[in-house]
């Protein structure tokens, strides 16, 4: 494995560590499963104009440093596991601000928050965009028709 530089193979090895865990940090499967076809209609390939790439369309500036830059780190988030372990973290600290915004554990409007801002980012925690807010409706949505409970 000497073709990997240190910080790469620690990130590596982090995700394989980290997506053993069965938590997926708290997100419930019909958010997931909502989100990623909202993301990327399911396809593990895909890949957006802001270099967004794999289920969850996770940018490749949410990686470390050593990974961004490398084709390696590109192609890890065209792993399933990697990109749901990756789209559920980043969701999890979305949700963790919303909610402190909210001042509710889990209530919709929290989750509508957090899911407008894993869209747009701070403008979509803050509300501002009509169209994270459309975004956050219809993963709501989506996930509703799946027998998604909020709370």
């Not at 910080?7 to 394989?16: A, H």
Request: hydrophobic content about 35%.
């Amino acid at each position: 494995m000497g073709f990997l530089s240190g910080d790469l193979m620690k990130e590596i090895l982090f995700i394989i560590v980290a997506m053993s865990s069965p938590s997926q940090h708290g997100i419930p499967q019909t958010i997931q499963d909502s989100l990623t076809w909202e993301e990327s209609r399911n396809k593990p390939m895909a890949k957006s104009g802001c270099n967004a790439r794999g289920l969850f369309q996770v940018r490749m500036s949410s990686l470390c440093r050593g990974c961004r830059n490398t084709s390696a780190g590109a192609q890890l988030l065209h792993i399933p596991s990697v990109s749901r372990h990756m789209g559920t973290y980043i969701l999890s600290r979305w949700l963790r601000r919303a909610e402190r915004i909210e001042k509710c554990k889990r209530c919709e409007s929290a989750w509508r928050r957090a899911l407008a801002a894993y869209n747009a980012g701070g403008v979509g925690l803050r509300l501002e965009s009509s169209k994270a807010n459309k975004y956050a409706s219809r993963v709501i949505r989506r996930a509703r028709r799946r027998g998604w409970k909020c709370g």
